[in-house]
């Protein structure tokens, strides 16, 4: 699937974030905290983009009575029919980013596939090929080619092979561990070797892990067939597709953890659409379990809801032990489900599944990570108290998103009138700011960032976590210091705009609002630039240490977008009014340098960070005054084999173009 021509939310070319405005042609309905209303005039200039159709299912062939339907499923399997050659299947849809993307705006898409070109007669396809389509993506990875990888799984089970599970649990561990803290390595292992585990689990953790994981020996496989890095998964990635149709309707926490990790892999594999819908899929189910309630203290433990896992053998535990663990554990996951619907919301701009006082569950402690993580004793200061640190934070950042949007569509409606903000409204943002910056000053000394922290966070694999806690916080400073922007702009004029000329009458009171909006303009410009700072201050100590904490933690791509975009819309404003000291012009381009070569590095192993560079890309060449050079903010990788296939002859019949 591509993306078409924006629909953008800046009325004037900013590139400040929060200068995002909605046209009140967007917005249908006042009352609604959130428009999800579609245009009437959209563009004229919509591309289509073409994913390769390769074939349908073998196993639906035959089984329709339409006979055209016959000949189009025999020219997709490779027959030569004529009249089918021409047959695309072409879909409309609408996608809504909301103003804290990096392309805000509504946006029409086409998904349109179509089938391979007659082969000649006696000539096989080689399953192993990569071809470009006519829309730029390459062709598709039948299903049938995945039997080559039968070899990475095991026969019976479904999941990976005992001889590769090993290495990618160790890596996934290793890697992951503090984003996922809901898994306990020595828990999934001894559930592995009694066949308790999961397989749909086990393959999710696979399609996540393998970009990360040495393709020598039985994962040598990988590194001949996918050259990109991003790719490495996708054998696992369809074996647990295939497992989650029949496991929607079983809600479980294996499953819930599952879509959790499904949700990650579909952004890295470069499908937004995947990743918000799983990511919903997984609080959806977390509340069916109940885990955003708060469970009473249950006097019989027999009574307790838990699992039959065995608690014999490696683990030893006791009844109770066993269903504390459990019970610990779902409230982590519950957590976990949580700060990805953040992640989401803010990266697409759209709201948060659940709000604040939809949830019950505590936020947990260290305590409760210690019995999550089978660690009986108190021993290391730091590793089991960052988890909860982030579940408070994302309490913030979740009610800041809120605000964010919220202000937006105010900002929208006084675009033209003479009112600005309500006082009340920018009291409550400024609430915000204050809460987080006093939340983020009462951290744990061990909790703050540094060298030192950020080793032990490392050691103890906790390094991901850790930086997106500090990564995100000041992200969200930036972003909260760009606030009323609309009145701000009515306000704030170009100095060297002649037409700005205050008169001698003029009442004393505007010029005093006129003053301190420039006195507080200017203190956010201090506040962003100061943020950025700091950023690039924790991507130096990571390099230098190990980057381990930021390629493998994705999400804190848009912080990286956040920053860069702040930098180049202050270094506008000193350009526009003439002052720009060289110095700080210097350290501010080269911090905007090491943020774009983070997402360069990022977008190795999470493909669908490729847009977000490209567009920040063009919103730097605007911001030089260049032309953006037509750069598309699709995925420009050679390597694109997205292995998507239409397998429901009734949507190819009534939906493709005759």
Request: proline share 5%.
């Amino acid at each position: 699937m591509g993306e078409s021509s924006d629909v953008p939310w800046w009325d004037d070319g900013s590139l400040d974030l929060g200068s995002i405005c909605i046209p009140q042609e967007f917005v249908e309905n006042a009352s609604s905290e959130y428009s999800f209303e579609l245009p009437r005039n959209w563009p004229s200039d919509v591309q289509d983009f073409t994913l390769g159709l390769d074939f349908i299912d073998p196993s639906l062939v035959g089984r329709s009575p339409d006979p055209a339907l016959q000949n189009f499923e025999a020219q997709a399997m490779g027959g030569d029919n004529s009249v089918a050659k021409s047959r695309i299947l072409r879909l409309r849809c609408y996608r809504r980013l909301g103003p804290t993307a990096a392309a805000p705006g509504v946006r029409r898409l086409f998904v349109a596939v179509q089938p391979f070109p007659t082969l000649p007669v006696g000539q096989g396809r080689d399953d192993s090929r990569t071809e470009s389509s006519p829309g730029g993506l390459s062709t598709s990875t039948p299903r049938s080619t995945w039997s080559e990888y039968n070899d990475l799984f095991d026969s019976q089970a479904q999941r990976p092979h005992s001889l590769i599970l090993p290495i990618i649990l160790d890596v996934f561990f290793d890697h992951f561990g503090g984003h996922f803290p809901f898994l306990q390595k020595r828990v999934l292992n001894y559930h592995v070797k009694t066949g308790e585990a999961s397989s749909f689990l086990l393959n999710a953790i696979s399609a996540l892990t393998a970009r990360f994981c040495p393709l020598d020996g039985p994962l040598a496989i990988l590194k001949d067939r996918f050259k990109s890095k991003w790719r490495q998964g996708a054998p696992f990635l369809a074996k647990a597709k295939d497992q989650l149709a029949s496991l929607l309707s079983i809600p479980a926490s294996d499953v819930v953890a599952g879509l959790v990790i499904m949700a990650w892999v579909e952004f890295g594999d470069n499908n937004e659409a995947g990743m918000w819908m799983y990511s919903g899929m997984a609080i959806r189910m977390a509340q069916d379990l109940g885990h955003h309630r708060r469970l009473e203290a249950v006097a019989d433990p027999a009574q307790v809801f838990r699992d039959f896992s065995n608690t014999t053998g490696d683990l030893n535990l006791t009844d109770e032990q066993a269903a504390l663990h459990q019970h610990k554990a779902s409230l982590v996951l519950f957590w976990t489900a949580f700060s990805l619907d953040v992640y989401v919301s803010l990266v697409t701009g759209r709201p948060t599944t659940l709000q604040r006082n939809e949830i019950d569950a505590p936020i947990p402690s260290a305590e409760d990570m210690n019995v999550t993580q089978l660690e009986w004793s108190n021993s290391d200061p730091m590793r089991n108290r960052i988890f909860p640190e982030v579940v408070a934070f994302m309490l913030h950042f979740s009610e800041s998103l809120k605000i964010l949007n919220r202000m937006t569509t105010m900002s929208t409606a006084s675009l033209d009138g003479d009112e600005n903000l309500p006082y009340s409204s920018l009291r409550e943002f400024s609430q915000v700011r204050s809460n987080l910056l006093a939340r983020y000053k009462s951290l744990p000394r061990q909790l703050t960032f540094g060298a030192d922290t950020y080793k032990k966070s490392l050691a103890s694999n906790q390094s991901g976590l850790f930086i997106t806690l500090h990564l995100f916080f000041y992200t969200f400073i930036i972003l909260l210091s760009r606030k009323d922007p609309c009145s701000t702009r009515r306000v704030l004029h170009d100095p060297s705009d002649e037409s700005f000329q205050p008169s001698w009458n003029q009442d004393q009171t505007d010029m005093s609002t006129l003053q301190g909006a420039q006195l507080e303009e200017q203190q956010n410009l201090e506040i962003s630039r100061m943020a950025c700072q700091k950023m690039s201050h924790i991507l130096t100590v990571a390099d230098v240490v190990q980057k381990t904490g930021y390629l493998a933690s994705p999400f804190t791509n848009h912080c990286f977008f956040v920053a860069a975009s702040s930098i180049l819309h202050d270094e506008s404003k000193l350009g526009q009014v003439g002052f720009r000291d060289s110095f700080m012009s210097s350290t501010t381009e080269n911090d905007f340098d090491l943020f774009n070569d983070k997402l360069r590095e990022q977008s190795e192993y999470f493909r669908a960070i490729g847009s977000v560079l490209s567009t920040l890309m063009q919103r730097k060449n605007l911001s030089a005054g260049e032309d953006d050079g037509g750069q598309s903010t699709g995925d420009e990788d050679g390597d694109n084999t997205l292995g998507r296939v239409v397998e429901d002859p009734g949507i190819v019949t009534r939906y493709s173009i005759r």
